[in-house]
């Protein structure tokens, strides 16, 4: 029996998707909620499964096909069985031939967007070594056959008719890739960011000693009561979260001519992923201990690298913390994640000459940056909070204690 497989149904802020990858075949066998195809989103990428256990009858939308939510993107036959020996071969390789308009049956397996591939550069789909299931050959086997070849001999023809430019010093390759959705609706965020918000950014510094002595004292009794390593991340969560309390208009967003001011601090996490920055967002990080923090950034990162994480996941948020001192930052201006009023920037904890009840000290220093809309922060409200959390972080204590 035929079941229409289709695109699931999006959220009503996510308009249409693109079919990402086809993780099976036409004539391939599939066990009941395995992998299909993942339909990828300006957000998520979200996973369509097999119903039941059966065979992929027909693709109907290849990778890199614009699909519509709830469109149908292919066939699944329920119940049947896998194609296997000789004659069932025939059948598949007849299926696969229907399913990627295959005009001879000797031609190598392609999946429809590297046959695409393939016809754009003049390539030879029985020249090029496939890497997939069963010796398929994938887009990513034509474009690295394309570039292999260019940098050899530049005997293959361009996707596109361009002049001839004689090079001196050699052939200067490039590489033309579409933007994914994801990164073109971060773009999109961003440049609205600066175009709408009137946006500034004031900076301090924070003696990462008293912290960083605190991590090295417990931090084998925090791993062995709650499993997981204390990071400075939780600190910085918890210590951002008494100073939203102190001042709510950086806890605040703007929503057209209103000021909504939240009685909640829900707190984006930055995490950076090879599809594009995502923020997940930690609930009600008020309630949350330091072990519970730790955690859900762990269980966050995991999720945003197999890209598994929800809409949910990343729904909200009041107040938004990045930190680039991962990659070696020094010092930087993030931009704003709206219709947040402010985002606040970790660095690189670099160690430097300070004056210490006068004397020269050499001391774990890091440079914090806030991001604020001034329209709805003043300079005053953004300095002394940005001073509070400097003091916490200083003194530890003074978040147990609330002064």
């Known amino acids: ?69 709830g469109e149908l993107v292919g066939r699944f036959k329920a119940g049947a069985v896998a194609s296997a020996g000789a004659d069932n071969k025939a059948d598949a390789d007849q299926s696969e031939a229907k399913a990627e308009q295959t005009a001879s049956s000797e031609d190598a397996i392609l999946s429809p967007a590297a046959r695409k591939l393939a016809d754009e550069n003049g390539v030879d789909p ?39 430019v004689n090079v001196a010093a050699g052939e200067r390759l490039e590489k033309r890739v579409p933007m994914t959705r994801l990164r073109a609706s971060i773009a999109k965020r961003l440049v609205n960011a600066q175009q709408t918000a009137a946006m500034l950014t004031t900076f301090n510094e924070v003696d990462m000693g008293p912290i960083m002595e605190m ?13 997981i390593k204390l990071g400075f991340m939780s600190f910085f969560a918890k210590a951002s979260t008494e100073a939203l309390k102190r001042f709510p208009a950086v806890n605040a967003s703007i929503d057209g001519n209103d000021m909504v001011y939240h009685g909640y601090q829900d707190i984006g996490v930055a995490v950076s992923t090879d599809r ?64 947040q009023t402010a985002i606040l920037g970790m660095h690189k904890i670099q160690e430097r000459p300070m004056a210490v009840n006068g004397k020269v000290e050499i001391r774990p220093m890091m440079y914090l940056a806030l991001s604020y809309d001034h329209r709805m922060v003043d300079g005053k409200e953004a300095v002394q909070f940005l001073v509070a959390i400097k003091d916490m972080l200083e003194d530890p204590a003074r978040i147990l204690l609330d002064v």
């Open 1 to 69: 029996m035929s079941t229409e497989i289709k695109a699931p149904v999006f959220p009503e802020s996510v308009a249409e998707g693109t079919v990402a990858t086809w993780h099976k075949q036409p004539g391939e066998a599939c066990s009941r909620d395995d992998l299909i195809v993942d339909i990828e989103t300006d957000k998520v990428v979200l996973e369509v499964v097999a119903p039941a256990d059966g065979v992929i009858e027909e693709i109907i939308k290849g990778e890199g096909d614009t699909v519509e939510s």
């Open 126 to 164: 029985a020249s090029v070594k496939g890497t997939g299931k069963d010796g398929r050959v994938t887009k990513e086997d034509v474009q690295n056959h394309v570039d292999s070849a260019k940098s050899s001999s530049g005997s293959v023809k361009a996707p596109a008719a361009m002049p001839e």
């Open 276 to 339: 594009g920055l995502v923020v997940p967002v930690l609930r009600d990080v008020d309630a949350m201990g330091l072990a519970d923090i730790e955690k859900k950034i762990v269980e966050y990162g995991t999720k945003a690298k197999g890209g598994k994480l929800a809409i949910e996941d990343m729904t909200g948020g009041t107040f938004t913390i990045t930190n680039g001192g991962i990659f070696g930052s020094l010092i930087s201006t993030p931009i704003l994640n709206p219709p």
């Open 215 to 227: 991590r090295k004292q417990y931090q084998e009794s925090f791993v062995k009561r709650h499993d």
